[in-house]
Antibody, heavy 126, light 113 residues
Framework: EVQLAESGGALAQPGGSLKLACAASGFTFSNYAMNWVRQVPGKGLEWVSAISGSGGRGEGPFYADSVKGRFTISRDNFKNTLYLQMNSLRAEDTAVYYC????????????????WGRGTLVTVSS | DIVMTQSPHSLALSLGERATINCKSSHSVIFGSNSYNYLAWYQQKPGQPPKLLLYWASTRESGVPDRFSGSGSGTDFTLTISSLQAEDVAVYYCQQYLLNPFTFGPGTKVEIK
């Protein structure tokens, strides 16, 4: 069974940093592109970042304009874990962050998302 | 960036009625090499992560009831629920996955009247 389990969400101060992790299991993690998607409670979905899988010919990573230069996506295919390093946090980064797997193991990011974690809450406030 | 818009913002229908949700992209989401529309639809129920309903604009995900269908091409797309059921109460999002950033629409809330 595919499982995606996010961790690392916490209360952080404006200007601070957090690192989210997503432990993946039940599939060959390295083959799949992965995403981070966030959602302010009660609001819509915002795509944040994507990173290719091993067959993606090194495309990307990709970032939303709102996080470019502040957030870094990475993966450890030996640990089957996806990361999101978040620096220079702002109040508007407050959201539930979902780890999400694309459909299909080509490694490319240009695919729909068919697996989602339960999310981890990041709150940025002083 | 490709901007996704959806209409209506919300709709309330009676059980068994047809629900139609529109999604419009600011640029075509057709990939020239394969002519596929890089457009997906998701359903999100309260307290749950989103669920993939349709991709390539009209391909139904495994296990999704056939009352859900997708149509459209280029910049204009439609999600149709042919006969609304109580369990379809949710927010529905479209997303383009052709070009970075892979933007979502703002969502359409579907309720039972």
């Amino acid at each position: 069974e595919v499982q995606l389990a996010e961790s690392g969400g916490a209360l952080a101060q404006p200007g601070g940093s957090l690192k989210l992790a997503c432990a993946a299991s039940g599939f060959t993690f390295s083959n799949y592109a992965m995403n981070w998607v966030r959602q302010v409670p009660g609001k819509g979905l915002e795509w944040v970042s994507a990173i290719s899988g091993s067959g993606g010919r090194g495309e990307g990573p990709f970032y939303a304009d709102s996080v470019k230069g502040r957030f870094t996506i990475s993966r450890d295919n030996f640990k089957n874990t996806l990361y999101l390093q978040m620096n220079s946090l702002r109040a508007e980064d407050t959201a539930v962050y979902y780890c999400a797997q694309v459909k299909g193991q080509s490694g490319y990011s240009q695919l729909p998302i068919d697996r989602w974690g339960r999310g981890t809450l990041v709150t940025v406030s002083s | 960036d490709i901007v996704m818009t959806q209409s209506p913002h919300s709709l309330a229908l009676s059980l068994g009625e047809r629900a139609t949700i529109n999604c419009k992209s600011s640029h075509s989401v057709i990939f020239g090499s394969n002519s596929y529309n890089y457009l997906a639809w998701y359903q999100q129920k309260p307290g749950q992560p989103p669920k993939l309903l349709l991709y390539w604009a009209s391909t139904r995900e495994s296990g999704v009831p056939d009352r859900f269908s997708g149509s459209g091409s280029g910049t204009d797309f439609t999600l149709t629920i042919s006969s609304l059921q109580a369990e379809d109460v949710a927010v529905y999002y479209c997303q383009q996955y052709l070009l970075n950033p892979f933007t979502f629409g703002p969502g359409t809330k579907v309720e039972i009247k």
